[in-house]
């Protein structure tokens, strides 16, 4: 039996990872993707939006020639952690159920195998549910919930749909690129300059404002999205005005969801969040309502990467402890 098995290989699970090796914990990070997959699916290129300080895995590790790093150096950062530490990471391993108690431990069932563990460790991210508008044609091909790259989209009419940052970054980057592109974004969200009220930040907004004030960005204040066909998208704006656009491809940048499916199933209660359901935990702990069930990333209240890094080294030597005190009896 494993000592612990930590679902996601993202921040949280990297640091898990780390703090169970120095443990001396047995121990195995699954994930489904890549180390670092929600990083990875950021847009090619991008800075982040937060100094190195608060995402690097050891302090005055992560040197980017600017500022903030771009999703490619933290990217490197993170993968080379791994390597340099030798973390016990299997990719390409999708979890598909999770079961037992703490009593008779847990079993991880995977795409590829089963594993034993005696505590569990959940450290999913928040992305993996992303939010739909639910309206006729969101189905079509080229409608997407994520965005990677503007340069497929050069004299295309674009357009992308959201109030946040991954919104507003996304029209911005086509614009710059040469689609023709539109933000339909609701009024509360574009007049909103309050950082502390989820507004987009200045470092976005500076540049978005200056391709509206060019013409090469279109801005819609929309109140919804009524229909999506093969060329051409139906919205109706915040005046109650019925506005039919031109259009290739739909971004839908509206955020994103955890998966709670599997952590429902063992019994874990959830809560309303800040910004979507999370589950319920000791906040001493990070233990859920079921004993030997943990959580730690952004799917928490402590949604920040800072704190998915420094959170599991807080808790897994108090699983290390707990285990120790187990066999101990």
Known sequence: MLDLVIIGAGPAGLSAADAAADAGLDYLVLEKGTIANTIRQ????????????????REGTLKPLREKPTREELLSHYIHFVLERDLNINTAERVV??????????????NCAEYHAARVLFAIGAMDIPRRLNVPGEELEKVHHLFVEPYAYVRKDALVVGGGNSAAEAALFLSEEGARTTLAIWREDWENRDPKAGAMKHWVRTPLEAEVTAGRLNVVLSKQIDEITEDAVRLTTDTGESLTLANDVVFV?????????????LGVRTEAGKLTEVPVYDPETYETNVRGVYVAGHFTHARHIKAAIDVPRQIVPLIAKDLALTSSR
């Open 42 to 57: 950021y847009p090619v290129g991008r800075a982040l939006f937060s100094t190195p300080n608060e995402l690097e895995m």
């Open 97 to 110: 159920d999770v079961s037992g108690d703490i009593e008779q431990g847990f079993y991880i069932t995977t």
């Open 253 to 265: 940048l509206v955020g994103s969801e955890a998966d709670l499916t599997m952590l429902k199933s």
